[in-house]
């Protein structure tokens, strides 16, 4: 079992994608730790070219998954990915980002164990994305890439929410977590190189799923079940099957002190 591993889709972006691949390599202290588990689309004949011509070249932990091309990124990218990974931690990322604190693998290690100790590896870690005044606000202190324990993701069966198909898993992940008090601010960055802060431009990919995305609003509400889910496993109790929405507050509740 790794300690991390790193899930994304990418599509069309070669460049960014190779950008972000040496950016973990010059920031790993153990390159042991990691995998990194890459979808890519079946109908997306350059980047199966690429994955082919540079499987040499990269990393040894950097492995690709051709998928058949979805618009629940969800479902269809993230929670297959987490499906072929080991790691006790798992980090959605995307492919328009950067890693940019060295050793941050080992930083990570040292608080996340020091905060889980000998209970359930169930855990969000806010990474710093440096997203800034761009961050919505209206949504609550997300980050564009989560990291998970992995005993949550099997308590609710997904890493994301398969009803929250593009954008907003991110917000529907921090508001779930937040809601039972599990939620730790990671020693580390990774950086969004996103066009919404001005860091590149606009391209097709984007385009397109901005227009999913209004064509097929999502609720980016967590639900009881889900909630209860992470709880009875926290509390080692069968969890009490209940779909209303969780009522996420400012401060944890009350309960949640007991699982710190």
């Known amino acids: 079992m790794k300690d991390y591993s790193i899930i994304f889709p990418s599509r069309d972006r070669q460049r960014l ?9 010059n920031t790993t202290y153990d390159s042991t730790s990691i995998e990194v588990l890459i979808a890519i689309d079946d109908d997306d004949t350059d980047m199966q070219s690429y994955a082919y011509w540079a499987k040499d070249s990269l990393p040894n932990y950097v492995k690709f998954f051709p998928v058949p091309r979805s618009v629940n990124f969800s479902r269809d990218y993230y929670t297959y990915l987490f499906g072929k990974s080991t790691g006790r931690w798992i980090i959605a990322c995307n492919d328009d980002a950067e890693f940019t604190t060295p050793n941050w693998d080992k930083e ?16 969000y870690g806010w990474i710093e994305d440096g997203l800034g005044s761009h961050r919505l606000s209206q949504f609550g202190n997300y980050c564009c890439f989560p990291l998970l324990g992995r005993d949550g993701i099997e308590a609710l069966g997904y890493y994301f929410s398969p009803n929250v198909t593009i954008w907003g898993a991110d917000i529907w992940c921090e508001k779930l977590y937040r809601s039972i008090g599990r939620t730790l601010t990671m020693p580390f960055t990774i950086s969004h190189i996103s066009h919404h802060s001005g860091k590149r431009e606009q391209d097709d990919l984007n385009k397109r799923l901005a227009w999913e995305n209004r064509k097929n609003p999502c609720d980016m509400q967590p639900t009881r079940e889900e909630q209860n889910k992470l709880i009875s496993l926290l509390r080692n109790l069968p969890y009490i099957q209940d779909d209303r929405p969780v009522p996420v507050k400012t401060e944890p509740p009350r309960i949640a002190n007991a699982f710190r």
Do not use: F, M, Q
């Open 17 to 25: 994608l190779t950008d972000l691949i040496k950016s973990i390599a």
């Open 108 to 123: 990570a290690k040292n608080a996340l164990e020091s905060y889980i100790g000998a209970g359930p590896n169930i855990v």
